[in-house]
């Protein structure tokens, strides 16, 4: 059975630079079929995509965060990563690493599967 | 970049109740529209996978429909499990969800 698990800081000061990883057991980041990528939650409101990463290296980031975000990958050691930088406040949620389903698919912006694995979340809190 | 719109953003309802919640594509998304459970402290999980296609192990009281830029999703006999917030999620074009429905014991 896939796990997805987050692991990281629970708390971060402002301006500096957030950073998160999904380890992944019960199956390989490095398949073909396979997207992954990070989900956020503030406190008490919606999901916001921010991002997703397939083995290769290929990445695909939400417009509203692309200029602060960072997602890679080491197949080595089935993880994918997550680094925000210049946190602020409004940067404070639980962050869910997930998994999308494409076998057909190899080019990252074209797979259109549903989230079907998602880790339990972290909280990370931005504060001084 | 496409909005996605819920309603209602909660309801009240009884065991046994038929439910539905409804979400909105600021364009036209095909099919690419899926619908999740989110409980507290717990991550989402996916409920309804290309407007209508019921993911394994969900419970077939649980239905989806619609096409283009209207969806529902549709309780037909609401359970106390049941009781959770949900959300919609397009990907036709990265993956924006919608603003989520609590539905609330009535």
């Known amino acids: 059975q896939l796990q997805l698990q987050e692991s990281g800081p629970g708390l971060v000061k402002p301006s500096e630079t957030l950073s998160l990883t999904c380890t992944v057991s019960?199956?390989?980041?490095?398949?073909?079929?396979?997207?992954w990528g990070w989900i956020r939650q503030p406190p008490g409101k919606g999901l916001e995509w921010i991002g997703s990463?397939?083995?290769?290296?290929?990445?695909y980031y939400n417009p509203s965060l692309k200029s602060r975000v960072t997602i890679s990958v080491d197949t080595s050691k089935n993880q994918f990563s997550l680094k925000l930088s210049s946190v602020t406040a409004a940067d404070t949620a639980v962050y869910y690493c997930?998994?999308?389903?494409?076998?057909?698919?190899?080019?990252?912006?074209?797979?259109?599967?549903?989230?079907?694995?998602w880790g339990q979340g972290t909280l990370v809190t931005v504060s001084s | 970049d496409i909005q996605m719109t819920q309603s209602p953003s909660s309801l009240s309802a009884s065991v046994g109740d038929r439910v539905t919640i409804t979400c909105r594509a600021s364009q036209s998304i095909s099919s690419y529209l899926n619908w999740y459970q989110q409980k507290p402290g717990k991550a989402p999980k996916l409920l309804i996978y290309?407007?209508?296609s019921l993911q394994s192990g969900v419970p077939s009281r649980f239905s989806g429909s619609g096409s283009g830029t209207d969806f529902t999703l549709t309780i037909s006999s609401l359970q106390p499990e049941d009781f959770a917030t949900y959300y919609c999620q397009q990907s036709y074009s990265t993956a924006n969800f919608g603003g989520g429905t609590k539905v609330e014991i009535k």
């Open positions: 290309a407007a209508s």
């Open positions: 019960g199956g390989s980041i490095s398949s073909s079929s396979y997207y």
């Open positions: 990463i397939y083995y290769s290296g290929s990445t």
């Open positions: 997930a998994r999308r389903n494409c076998p057909t698919i190899r080019t990252i912006r074209l797979c259109r599967a549903p989230w079907d694995y």
